[in-house]
């Protein structure tokens, strides 16, 4: 089946099999390997991307449903001249890190987190984020970069 996407402002079109994951389309065939495949069964969020804005785990998403959608990975966040998105930057300066493997998974969904509710207190962030795991940090980090990236998008509203 063909498909064609805007993914991180590029247009791509590509014959796929129907039974082809999205996890496995941006990976294999498009080669963004920033989004990782971690359980297969949407409870880890490492694989977290943005359809049309909002957050889906892309390891239970056919390639096929996101035709003519827009795609954002995390490669596509930060602007073109490499300065990093608010959270990517907020995440660096909060040490909200450690092995790095469900980082981008979490960056996506703070990103769509803040954008459906920029003002976010501690359970909001927690309760938004629990469908990301994190094996190494605590989620301590996290949730105080989430806050930091949420507070100047709270004050433009």
């Known amino acids: 089946m063909e498909i064609t996407v805007s993914v991180n402002g590029t247009t791509a079109t590509h014959e796929v099999d129907p039974r082809l994951l ?4 941006l ?3 498009l080669a963004l390997t ?3 495949v971690g359980c297969d069964t949407t409870s880890c969020g490492a694989c977290t ?3 049309d804005g909002e957050s889906v785990k892309s390891c239970t998403v056919l390639a096929t449903q996101a035709d003519g959608v827009t795609i954002t990975t995390i490669e596509g966040l930060a602007a073109g001249d490499g300065t990093l998105h608010p959270v990517q930057q907020a995440f660096h300066e909060a040490h909200a890190l450690q092995c790095g493997y469900c980082t981008a998974g979490m960056v996506m969904a703070s990103v769509s987190l803040i954008d459906e509710s920029p003002a976010l207190d501690e359970a909001a962030v927690r309760n938004g984020l629990e469908g990301n795991l994190c094996r190494c940090t605590g989620y301590h980090n996290i949730v105080q970069a989430v806050l930091n990236a949420a507070a100047p998008a709270a004050a433009r509203r």
Not at 22 to 25: E, F, G, K, P
């Open 22 to 25: 999205l996890v496995w389309y």
């Open 27 to 29: 990976r294999d065939i």
């Open 34 to 36: 920033g989004t990782k």
């Open 49 to 51: 991307v943005l359809l």
